[in-house]
Each structure stands twice: as C-alpha cells, then as structure tokens.
C-alpha cells in the first residue's frame, strides 16, 4: 500500500501498480489537498441547519499526460476536451449531489459551456471611463456562469481539483478514494477521464529535455496499472462506480464495455464512440444495454442530461438495497 496515504487503511496493491506508486513524484500538496477532502465531505455530511447530508460524486474529467522528460517539455496527451465531465457536473449538482470535479488544467469548467472560447477578450470591453463591462450579447450568459459557479463552490457542494500528468490523476484519484471511503453506498465514482495507458517510469524518464542531434530516437513505454479493480475492489468497494469506455470503431464498442463491466466490477459501464459521443451513449450494466439519447428536437438539449437521471435513479436504488 502507497505509505504516503497517511489516512489509507492497508490495502495490498499487486506489484504493477506498487511499482507504479514508488515509481510516482510525490504529489505536490498532498496535505492540502487531503484537508480540502476532509472539510468538504465533513460539511455535506452534516450541511448546516436543517439539510439532509449530500450524496457525494467523484467526476473525473479531461485527459492524463505523460510526461517524457522530468523537467518536462515534451508529453504524450490523451484526447478529452472536459465537455463530458464539466457538463454532468452541472447536473449531478442539481440532482442534489455534492461533486469532486476531479480535472485536467485547462479544460472545460463546469457553468462555462455556453461562453464562447476566449471568454476574457470576447465577452468584456473597456468603457470610456476605464471599467470593464460585459458586452451585450453576453451579459445573461456571464450572468448565469458566475452565478451558478459561485452558488456551486461557495454553497459547499463543488470542490475542483485540477490534475496534467498521470502520475497526479492516480494519486489524486487515491487520495479520493480514501477520503470518501467511509460513505459507503453514498459516494459515486463517474470516471470519464480519457486516461493513459502507457507511460515512462520517473526514474528512467530523462531529467533534461531530449536531444534531437543524436537523430530518430527509441522509449519504452510501460503499461499504466488499470485503477478500475483496486479502486472498486479495495479502496472504495461499497461505492457506486461507473466507468466509460471510448473507441472509434463502433463494432467493438459494447463487447469491450461488457467484458470492463465484467473484469472490473463497475455498477455501469458507459460506451461512446468518439464522433458521435455528444448525440448519444450506450449504458452497459449487468443485464441491460440501454441507450441514451440527447433529444435532437431542442436546441441546447445534451445527452448527459438523461444520463445524469439514469445514473441517479440506479444510484438510488443502490443505496436503498445496501441500506435494508
Ligand atoms: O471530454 P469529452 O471531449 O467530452 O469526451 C468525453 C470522453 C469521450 C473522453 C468520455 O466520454 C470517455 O469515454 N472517457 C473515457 C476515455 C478512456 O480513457 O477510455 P478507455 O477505454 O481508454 O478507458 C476505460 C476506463 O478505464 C476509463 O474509465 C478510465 O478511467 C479507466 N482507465 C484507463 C486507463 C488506465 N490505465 N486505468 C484506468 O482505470
């Protein structure tokens, strides 16, 4: 078990993913980060006045990098914009869930999805007399964004921590684990991180930037322990985990879900297959295949908003089942 977890109980690791812990730089603000967990699940387990507790979600968003060197100027990236993970979050907020919106620097935030892309130069001026003001066809959406944001964070039930390399999403994703550990049935995991499967070990990876003089150059890759088993089998297994599977070639998609389902005990399994991830998903679980859909007939509609709800009734009656 990964010592540094001062919090952890002893949970054997396999020797893959023992050497994949040792072989990690330590994450920066461990400390921090855990006394972060603390206070916000302590306060949406006994919200002030009269508030029931918050179930509490873990959403993983964006994708890992690799880095090839330690002071790092090259990397390898997985492809994942954030809109998935940014845009279930709005949701799971509304349904009543406290979010751990566990993100890649950079990448889509929650409440912002209908700013345009450089928010800061396009939806505010200067005025004559030097103060900035919202430019008119932006002024509802701006509106909206920061004061959802705000009511979101300052209300308790969002906490955002950002991540880049994989090294940092699998500590955290620990560091997680074991913070929420003890909510049992209540804390969810919805892991759409697109995350790396294959990485350079710190301590072989080279310190300095690598030289192109010495012409075509060769790297080990070594495969990047799957977390899907020991996050549901060890560090969390009363939790509600559900996991994604992405492909591009739609004639493997649902048999690679199903067997995931299978090998790493995920309550769901959500498949997608890239060019049409945003119109619909196909949810995988022990007996069903069900597909959802955005409804093409409204403007704004999206398809996590009917995932959310699916998610959130079966989590329901998970909760009630663990609780008899
Ligand atoms: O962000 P968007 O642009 O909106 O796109 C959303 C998405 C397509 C990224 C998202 O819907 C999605 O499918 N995310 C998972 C992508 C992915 O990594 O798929 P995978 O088949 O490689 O991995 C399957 C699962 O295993 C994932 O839940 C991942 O968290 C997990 N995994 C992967 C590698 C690894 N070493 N350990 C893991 O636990």
Not at 30 to 41: D, H, M, N, W, Y
Not at 84 to 97: D, L
Request: with cysteine; proline share 6%; aromatic share 8%.
């Amino acid at each position: 078990m990964d010592s540094r977890n001062g919090s952890a109980p002893q949970i054997p690791l396999d020797a893959e993913m023992e050497s994949f812990f040792d072989s990690a730089p330590p994450l920066k603000d461990s400390a921090g980060i855990t006394q972060k967990l603390k206070e916000f699940i302590e306060f949406n387990s006994a919200p002030p006045g009269k508030g029931s507790p918050r179930r509490v979600v873990c959403v993983t968003s964006g994708g890992t990098t690799v880095p090839l060197e330690q002071r790092c100027v090259r990397y390898i990236d997985n492809f994942s914009s954030g809109h998935r993970g940014a845009t279930s979050t709005e949701y799971f907020i509304k349904a009543g869930y406290a979010v751990i919106f566990l993100y890649r620097r950079g990448t889509f935030q929650p409440y912002c999805r209908s700013l345009p892309e450089d928010p800061l130069l396009e939806c505010f001026e200067c005025s004559d007399d030097s103060s900035i003001r919202v430019r008119q066809p932006y002024t509802e959406a701006v509106k909206r964004a920061i004061s959802d944001h705000h009511a979101a964070v300052a209300g308790g039930h969002l906490l955002k921590l950002p991540f880049t390399t994989i090294f940092e999403y699998l500590q955290m994703l620990q560091t997680i684990a074991m913070s929420v550990r003890a909510l049992g049935s209540h804390a969810v995991f919805y892991l759409a991180a697109a995350v790396s499967d294959f990485y350079v070990p710190w301590k072989s990876m080279a310190e300095h930037k690598i030289q192109s003089a010495s012409g075509p150059m060769d790297m080990r890759l070594v495969q990047v322990p799957k977390m899907l088993s020991v996050l549901k089998k060890g560090w969390v297994p009363m939790a509600f985990c559900i996991s994604f599977k992405l492909e591009t070639d739609s004639k493997i998609l649902l048999e690679k879900a199903e067997m995931a389902l299978k090998k790493y005990g995920m309550h769901m399994v959500v498949a997608n297959e890239l060019s049409t991830r945003k119109e619909e998903v196909t949810v995988v679980t022990g007996n069903e295949k069900i597909l959802v859909c955005c409804d093409k007939t409204q403007p704004d509609s999206d398809v996590e908003k009917p995932l959310i709800e699916l998610i959130v009734g079966r989590h329901s009656a998970y909760v009630k089942d663990s609780d008899c």
